[in-house]
């Protein structure tokens, strides 16, 4: 059995940069085993099976897996995923729009010059101790701003730190013990986002062991809540039409640029989060039939 997918660097206009993304267009007939497995065989942040839609109101179907376990909502994958289905006429985008499923529900996309995504509700989660964030990050803690981390959820559980400046942002690094240290043994994976605010919005960094991936290039599902926690704490103002945009993956040496619109106060009319995509490869991966 043969299947074909594409690869895609999300969140940049350039080859190589950004977070590279592989889509399998149609994956009807694949098992969930076998999609995870092709998950870990390709490495990549994020892998996307493409499926008919449940739903009447939704274009396409997503599954989204990392190496080791599969996604309710991602970011780059809605994104990369969506300008993969446009450019190859598989779905239209009426009015400008389109929606896809995914385990989280329909997630609305928006067409103009680039995609955006509109981040699903956030919910609240615990905060954290500072000191504690600097220990697991390994830094000191002066190099913690003086905002409560906390963890948000969109779909994607994110611990935001707020750190000082760049150079401790590029510093920073956590392992999955001390993760798991910081989070408590009982709780439920999550990913670690840090980030120090820029004159054009943040510069980022992301990583989630838990999950397989140990840094990640570019995070839609955690850059919706990092505005809101930047607007809850006097980062970034709450009005609406505010424009940001996330600097990620720099560090790794895959620069990407996040943008974020805010709609309605507070973002209560919706936060997108908008970007490029650049194509990068196409194959096909051949199954052999037990």
Known sequence: ?????????????????????????????????????????????????????????????????????????????????????LEEGAVTAAGGRLVLEEQIGPVPVRVDDMLWLTTPQI??????????????????????????????????????????????????????????????????????????????????RMFAPEYGVPEDPATGSSTGPLALFMMRNGLLSSRPGTRMLSEQGTKMGRRSLLHVAINGEMGRDGIEVGGNTTPMAEATITLQVS
């Open 1 to 85: 059995m043969r299947y074909r997918y594409r690869v895609v660097d999300v969140f940049t206009t350039r080859q190589f940069d950004g977070n590279p993304l592989a889509v399998f267009p149609d994956a009807a007939g694949l098992a969930e085993a076998t999609m995870q497995r092709i998950a870990r065989e390709l490495n990549l942040s994020e892998t996307v099976f493409v499926l008919p839609p449940s739903r009447g109101d939704c274009a396409a179907r997503l599954r989204i897996f990392t190496p080791i376990n599969e996604l309710p909502f991602a970011g780059h994958p809605t994104i990369g995923t969506s300008f993969v289905l």
């Open 123 to 204: 919910r609240d989660g615990r905060q954290f101790d500072r000191a504690a964030c600097a220990e697991a990050l390994g830094l000191s803690l002066d190099e913690i701003m003086d905002v409560r981390p906390q963890l948000l959820d969109a779909g994607n559980p994110t611990i935001l730190i707020a750190l000082r400046d760049q150079a401790a942002v590029d510093r920073a690094w956590i392992e999955r013990r001390e993760l798991r240290k910081l989070r408590g043994s009982d709780a439920q994976p999550c990913c670690v986002f840090v980030f120090t605010p820029s004159e054009t919005g943040a510069y980022s």
